[in-house]
């Protein structure tokens, strides 16, 4: 009996066993941490969700997402192994000839074309070591210009701006901790209830403080409720609703003269500007009231501290940096910017945005921050990776302008990492049939996305789970992500297949790493006396000290909080503030396409869905677009509540359901773009681009609505 009971109780321990995985949320750039605890019950896996209470950040809270992110982890639809496609059919081969095909194929283009004729597309979720690598991959291993990535769709126009005003891009000036310190706050293009759920607390916390929260939106949400004023501007007006607001900043004398003389250039122009707007005109163009633009006005101006923050719904369009700019103008000549309970900032969309783009993915970009075109920056990079100078490419071209050489047929293969551009560019019937004429496309995904439908070989990914690595979050706090879980199936890190594909392409003396601290090691060194120093930062301390922002130059530096507390970036120390003028959205409504689009988040969802539309619960929860209409355009256009509808611009078009909402303008539709397929919105999203940051204009085009 004694021998039957311990067998019994072995074999039960044996059957049932739990795993604890600590872990950060691998969606939004809050970057929550938390446990997943994994539990096995004989035959049966139950996952717990615990948040970690000592997060300095998210303060122990999750939103629905983080809750049920380990789904798509174990759902069953994983790809788990090297697919190649023959006759139009994927098949299941080995690693090894997956990646002798790719290098003979790769090989073979360049030979007969020349280096630039194949493409490397990043992704924003990527971790800071991947995203490095990926930048070096390209550069050294295939020698090509052409790399790119998905965040030039989410903070390049926030990012140029900052660089052009402030001479350095970071963010957040300041800590999410000051928030509930400014007595004024402005949240234009931000839906922060959905996006950044967990993130509400201190907007709360400032409210009931005191402080007075404008929300700029055309519709109502879930964030504008939170609002003392919510001003309802017509999509592509913002810069101009700016202008009316500092014009009656100007006028009623709530200038910071002294901040503005000793610490900025440029207010002189804008001055003599502001004086031939006429706030009348700015109501007529924004649809917004002039006692409402003059309220918002006194309220920032009279404040002694105050936050801007803005995110995509003012950034993600053709006109996205003049009119950052002109958000931190707000900023600026009030002087609210360099101390406690004041600062700008853009709020991050992507789990690893702000990473991501300081390290090398973008096209004009070295790591650290560093610019491509720099001859000093060029050589201090080549010399970390043990090459010449002269062997570095030059500054390739953004994101769409990639797929536009695709379709040129300049570059005829392309490699994918991390992202999905058939669902995520705008214009995406003409992204599709670009990338269908491509001689060679590989995509390294965990699923088997819209994009990845297309490839010709499909290399398997691990999840987050998984896959250790430091991302950086909206705020600038670089903070480790422990992959704990073992890999499933024949999975392998992203750094593993890129040192993989480097070796079989001969390469292996610059991508011999064994570990994602080793590639976070030379990072450090290649970020070193760049705007973005992570030198000082090891994984010891990251795990030490829960995360440090940068710049943190050596080692020991606690990392720097808040930026431009008595100096901004620039050689002289100021900071420009620029002039900016009427700007409109480069396509208007017309008797044709008689309403505006525009197009976010959700709250259950994100990017492309390709993740979230794997966990049953969030699918569950929401399971389509609905786009969002007034009652009285419906009615106008005799559409009802619930219907499935076209809609339709010059450039293609989506079918969605139907949802009514007084909350949103009447001119103006809105949907959420995290489905692919025919209930793509960005099948009729307009593709023109901002001449500085390349930002396409996602958040206003000129459509039409018809039953289906």
Not at 448 to 477: F, H, K, Q
Not at 562 to 585: C, M, R, Y
Request: some cysteine; charged content about 25%.
């Amino acid at each position: 009996m004694k021998d039957f009971l311990a067998n019994f109780q072995t074999k039960y321990k044996e059957l049932n066993k739990e795993d604890i995985y600590d872990a950060r949320c691998p969606f939004c750039s809050v970057q929550c941490s938390m446990q997943v605890i994994e539990e096995r019950i004989v035959s049966r896996k139950v996952f717990k969700v615990k948040p970690n209470k000592e997060d300095p950040v998210s303060g122990g809270r999750l939103c629905i997402k983080g809750v049920n992110a380990h789904e798509h982890v174990v759902n069953g639809q994983r790809i788990l192994y090297p697919l190649l496609k023959i006759d139009d059919e994927f098949h299941r081969v080995s690693w090894s000839l997956a990646l002798d095909y790719i290098k003979e194929k790769l090989v073979k283009l360049q030979a007969e074309h020349g280096n630039d004729s194949l493409g490397v597309y990043g992704g924003g979720s990527l971790t800071n070591e991947e995203a490095y690598l990926l930048g070096k991959f390209a550069r050294v291993a295939l020698k090509t210009k052409y790399i790119d990535y998905n965040g030039r769709f989410c903070m390049s126009s926030a990012a140029t701006a900052a660089n052009l005003v402030f001479g350095m891009d970071r963010g957040l000036t300041c800590e999410l901790s000051d928030i509930p310190e400014a007595e004024c706050i402005i949240l234009a293009g931000t839906n922060i209830a959905e996006c950044q759920p967990t993130l509400m607390p201190y907007f709360l916390k400032a409210k009931k403080k005191g402080s007075f929260i404008i929300v700029i939106d055309p519709r109502e949400t879930l964030t504008t409720k939170l609002a003392d004023l919510h001003i309802k501007v017509r999509p592509g007006m913002d810069a101009n609703l700016i202008n009316g607001m500092l014009k009656f900043i100007v006028e009623k004398g709530y200038v910071d003269h002294s901040f503005v003389k000793e610490r900025t250039k440029g207010f002189e122009k804008l001055q003599e500007f502001l004086q031939s707007v006429k706030l009348q005109v700015i109501s007529e163009l924004t649809g917004v009231s002039v006692h409402v633009i003059e309220l918002a006005a006194e309220k920032f101006g009279k404040s002694r501290s105050g936050i801007v923050l803005t995110a995509r719904g003012v950034e993600q369009h053709a006109s996205g940096v003049e009119t950052v700019k002109n958000f931190i103008n707000l900023s600026l000549i009030t002087g609210k910017i360099g101390r406690r309970g004041c600062g700008y900032g853009s709020i991050t969309g992507q789990a690893n945005g702000q990473g991501g783009r300081e390290h090398g993915q973008k096209a004009d970009q070295l790591p650290g921050y560093r610019s491509l075109s720099n001859l000093a920056h060029r050589k201090y990079i080549a010399g970390v990776w043990g090459i010449r100078e002269m062997e570095l490419p030059r500054k390739g071209v953004s994101a769409y302008e990639m797929i536009q050489k695709v379709a040129e047929k300049e570059i005829k293969g392309l490699f994918i990492m991390g992202s999905n551009p058939v669902v995520s560019s705008p214009n995406a019937i003409f992204v599709e049939k670009a990338l269908g004429q491509l001689e060679f496309l590989v995509v390294a995904d965990l699923f088997l996305s819209e994009t990845a439908r297309m490839a010709d070989v499909i290399l398997p990914t691990t999840s987050y789970l998984e896959d250790t690595g430091t991302v950086t979050n909206l705020e600038c706090r670089v903070v480790l992500r422990e992959g704990m879980r073992r890999k499933l199936g024949e999975t392998k890190h992203d750094w593993e297949i890129l040192c993989e594909l480097a070796n079989k392409m001969g390469k292996s003396e610059y991508f011999s790493y064994s570990s994602a601290e080793e590639i976070f090691e030379e990072l450090r060194v290649a970020s070193k006396g760049g705007i973005a120093d992570y030198y000082g930062i090891t994984y010891q301390r990251l795990k030490d000290e829960q995360g440090l922002y940068w710049p943190c130059p050596v080692d020991g530096h606690p990392g720097k909080k808040h930026l431009f507390t008595s100096s901004f970036a620039h050689e002289d120390g100021k900071a420009v503030i620029f002039t900016v003028k009427q700007q409109v959205p480069k396509e208007t409504i017309s008797p044709e396409y008689p309403l505006f689009l525009t197009t976010g988040r959700i709250m259950h969802h994100y990017l492309t869905g390709v993740q979230t539309r794997k966990c049953s619960k969030l699918k569950g929860s929401v399971s389509e677009p609905l786009l969002i209409i007034h009652p009285e355009t419906a009615k106008k256009y005799q559409i009802e509540e619930g219907v499935l509808v076209k809609v339709q611009s010059k450039r293609g078009c989506a079918v969605m359901r139907t949802s009514f909402s007084p909350g949103i303008r009447e001119d103006t539709l809105f949907t959420s773009f995290h489905w692919g397929d025919l209930q793509s919105i960005n099948r009729v999203t307009n593709p023109v681009l901002d001449p500085l940051s390349k930002m396409p204009e996602f958040k206003v085009c000129a459509v039409k609505i018809t039953l289906l």
